[in-house]
């Protein structure tokens, strides 16, 4: 019996001084604070000399996550060193619309500095409309996505892309996006007929009749 009070005893006062230990003792504070996988200025909550248990990792992530170009956020701490790293990773842009990016999962978002120039720019209304454009651009086979440069959305809904062909500026009218994979393998089919080298336009709006000049 005494030496299970002993035991408990002793755990109670474990428990108190580790507490204290991390909680209000000059042990256990933050060092240093590193953020990685950006090179935006960030603001920073987290102050050196603060106490590390009272970092909330969760809390402090939520707060970067709220920032629209920012997709994921992670920080740990090192109880040993008493440094906090804050891990970024940002969106990633597949298509440009005004000043805005817009990534695969179609989040629009700004981007400092100089927007990427190799991205296809999407001429659309809204921005709303510019999303689901990106929508209709992922299911494009690589070939054409790869090489497109502008995609149009009329007011109608119908698509026009700007596709470059071996160096040259092909437009393609594609219509709305209905029969999509047969209007891709009729592209193709036209594009690998001789007579079509030189053709600038293609019109698939209607696949089973499709129209070139």
Do not use: C
């Not at 102050?47 to 809390?59: F, H, N, Q, S, T």
């Not at 005004?98 to 999407?122: E, H, M, R, T």
């Amino acid at each position: 019996m005494k030496n299970k009070r002993l035991i408990a005893l002793a755990t109670v006062i474990f428990v108190g001084a580790a507490s204290y230990a991390l909680g209000w003792s000059t042990l256990f504070t933050v060092s240093s604070v590193e953020v990685t996988g950006t090179d935006q200025r960030l603001p920073q909550s987290i102050k050196v000399g603060e106490k590390l248990a009272r970092v909330e990792p969760r809390a402090v992530a939520a707060t970067y996550e709220k920032f629209a170009f920012v997709q994921d956020a992670q920080v740990s701490r090192n109880w040993i060193s008493g440094k906090v790293t804050i891990s970024i990773t940002s969106r990633t842009p597949v298509a440009i619309f005004n000043n805005q990016a817009i990534d695969d999962s179609g989040k629009a978002f700004v981007v400092k500095g100089q927007l990427p120039a190799a991205l296809p720019q999407i001429q659309a209304s809204s921005v709303e409309i510019a999303v689901t454009a990106v929508e209709f651009m992922k299911s494009l086979p690589q070939e054409i996505r790869s090489n497109l440069k502008i995609l149009k959305v009329r007011s109608t809904g119908a698509y026009v892309m700007d596709v470059d062909v071996q160096g040259r500026k092909v437009e393609v009218r594609w219509g709305f996006a209905t029969e999509n994979e047969l209007k891709a393998k009729v592209y193709k089919a036209l594009l690998e007929q001789p007579e079509n080298a030189k053709l600038k336009r293609m019109d698939l709006s209607a696949p089973h009749a499709p129209i070139v000049k």
